[in-house]
């Protein structure tokens, strides 16, 4: 299958211009602390931004640190700069340290005249970026193989499932399983080569579950989706396509990752989750669509590398995959800059002429309502957003800007189909 991906600009400068929303996540870096995406990829032993979307793109080894110490080291290098006044380690006087938050140990000030200035927004957000900093680091463990852990049957209808209230009382007691994660070999691991202290068995159980809800929170959302269009599993085969999919979903995927929709509908048609994103990351399900639909009662996960548009041109168009009944899209991004506003309208638009159910999530109330007026402009028949009752529980640190409020995972969704109405489309003069 022929690769898609738009290529990179000829220079790795971080620019507004591109459908790459890390590259998008560089230049916001850069915007707000000079430089911090260049001590990014310094710490990370990488020349540029090619060398970074190479190793994500498992074309290189591209990170390599001789241990864990030194690598544990590294990421939180990455995170050091005043948050005071934003000055960078070396930037500062000789003899000069930035010393960490004693209370979150998450964010660093380079002199305590900055750290007393900045005290009135930081302790707004204080006990929450203690957890950031430990969730960043027991996050590690989704690699490792520790997390996430098995879940229940449900005993409940997917009716009746309506947030994590109803969910987790069908898990029963989660302590065992958490238990297990806390004193893993990797756990130790972890933080035996960490400088920090380690958190109590209390938190560090906290921290897993907040990671395995990041988890499970793209699965139940999709759910929700299928039932918020009132597409049924059990009536025939749904196809599920993942919009702009990233790293964030692809990287270190494994062909279970869905597999929570068949605890939601036990018994269904099945399910066929293809990712396509010009992010995606190399590994076991980057592999074809399915033409027809396979096996019933399990959930299938293919992945496809480029812009969605041009995956309807060269696949769906070519009839070597199945049209998609619901097209979901996590965190899209496409408020962002005008780079991935271009890299999206081609696809906004298809999804819109071609009348297909589609629903997207967003980090915060706010990029809902930059994604809610961009839809808008392009005559987009939105049906409903708002909160969404499945949102991750792990708090996302705003990483240039630590004392802006933590965002969440999925924490809002807009459900949009096909145009917007022609009398809405025409406004109370049509009606005169």
Known sequence: MASQTPALPPSFTPGTDSVFSDLSGFYSLDSNVPGLSKVILNK???????????????????????????????????????????????????GQTLKRCVKCLNVYYCTKDCQRHDWPQHKKVCKTLRLVAIDRLVEWLMFTGDLPFPTEKWSKSAAEVTSWDDWLPMQGDLAPRLDKVVSGANMAALWKNVSRPMPSDDDLRRSSWRIQSEFLSRALTLGMAMRHFGLDPYEKPLTVHLAGASHSETMGARLSDFDELSHMFPGHQGVEVVMVGPEVVDGPVVRPPLRAFGPKHSVYISAYKGLYHQFWEDVLEKEEAVKPDLVVGFHPGFHANQGLVEGWLPSLLLLRDYNIPSFFTMYSETELRYSL????????????????????????????????PPVYCNSHYVSFQGLLPQEDLEGPAAHS
């Open 373 to 404: 007026q961009i839809l808008l402009e392009l005559e987009v028949h939105v049906r409903e957003s708002g909160a969404n009752p499945f949102a991750s529980q792990k708090p996302e640190q705003v990483q240039a800007c630590p004392n802006k």
């Open 44 to 94: 990370l032993n990488m020349k540029d931004y090619g060398d970074y979307r190479a190793a994500v793109e498992g074309k290189t080894k591209g990170i390599s640190f001789r241990n864990y110490k030194e690598m544990f080291q590294k990421m939180e290098e990455t995170f050091k700069f005043c948050t005071g006044c934003n000055k960078l380690p070396e930037h500062l006087a000789e």
